[in-house]
């Protein structure tokens, strides 16, 4: 089992940067993919980003390519989403998750962290 904290979200202007931190507990965590998923306001929760258990393979929504970049330290139990040119449209409560695969899931994660909340204002 693995037990993920997010860390590191926040108030930040259109155009700025943040970088979420999510801790993962356990000593199997580099069997996991990891992904980034979030949630606005009155919508589903949506994939971001995904990075397989090696860091060899990356998936990023459409919606954030170019802008936003997930990695993973395996040494440290850690994968981190990069986020620069942010838009209000990003705003949303923001989850780390892991999957037990050995590819980039999009969908069926099976551990998730609590969540935290990013807000681009314009």
């Known amino acids: 089992q693995v037990q993920l904290v997010e860390i590191g979200g926040g108030l930040v202007q259109a155009g700025g940067s943040l970088r979420l931190s999510c801790a993962a507990s356990?000593?199997?965590?580099?069997?996991?993919?990891m992904g980034w998923f979030r949630q606005a306001p009155g919508k589903e929760r949506e994939f971001v980003a995904g990075?397989?258990?090696?860091?060899?393979?990356?998936y990023n929504a459409d919606s954030v390519k170019g802008r936003f970049t997930i990695s993973r330290d395996n040494a440290r139990n850690a994968v981190y989403l990069q986020m620069n040119s942010l838009k209000p449209e990003d705003t949303g409560v923001y989850y780390c998750?892991?999957?037990?695969?050995?590819?980039?899931?999009?969908?069926?994660?099976?551990?998730w962290g609590q969540g935290t909340q990013v807000t681009v204002s314009s």
């Open positions: 998750a892991a999957h037990q695969s050995d590819g980039v899931p999009t969908w069926g994660y099976d551990y």
């Open positions: 356990g000593r199997t965590f580099s069997r996991y993919a």
């Open positions: 990075i397989n258990w090696s860091g060899g393979s990356r």
